[in-house]
């Protein structure tokens, strides 16, 4: 049973930062699209970024210039770094990982438990 274990969560002031990590416990046979989602208090889940197997990469408006995602292809990690941040970036952030476990198994989407960044002075 694959799991993805999320980590690098905290409270900053405005203008800090922070980098969240994301890596599957359990066997992978390899994954494709990796992505990060947030979701604040009474607002629906939405796409921060996302990064393909090759390193292509797409942000969300409101993140672009101040977020970075990247990738260890052999850790199967996804990173989210978190520069610039604003309160309005506090938000509970989900990593996805889109997840073969063996080489005649469908790929699946994975979610995170979920890591709290606050932002607040």
């Known amino acids: 049973q694959v799991q993805l274990v999320e980590s690098g969560g905290g409270l900053v002031q405005p203008g800090g930062s922070l980098r969240l990590s994301c890596a599957p416990s359990g066997s992978i046979f390899s994954t494709n699209i990796m992505a990060w989602y947030r979701q604040a208090p009474g607002k629906q889940r939405e796409l921060v970024a996302t990064i393909t197997r090759d390193g292509s990469t797409s942000y969300a408006d409101s993140v672009k210039g101040r977020f970075t995602i990247s990738r260890d292809n052999a850790k199967n990690t996804v990173y989210l770094q978190l520069n610039s941040l604003k309160p309005e970036d506090t938000a509970s952030y989900y990593c996805?990982?889109?997840?073969?476990?063996?080489?005649?198994?469908?790929?699946?989407?994975?979610w995170g438990q979920g890591t709290q960044v606050t932002v607040s002075s």
């Open positions: 996805n990982q889109n997840i073969r476990t063996g080489w005649d198994t469908p790929p699946l989407d994975y």
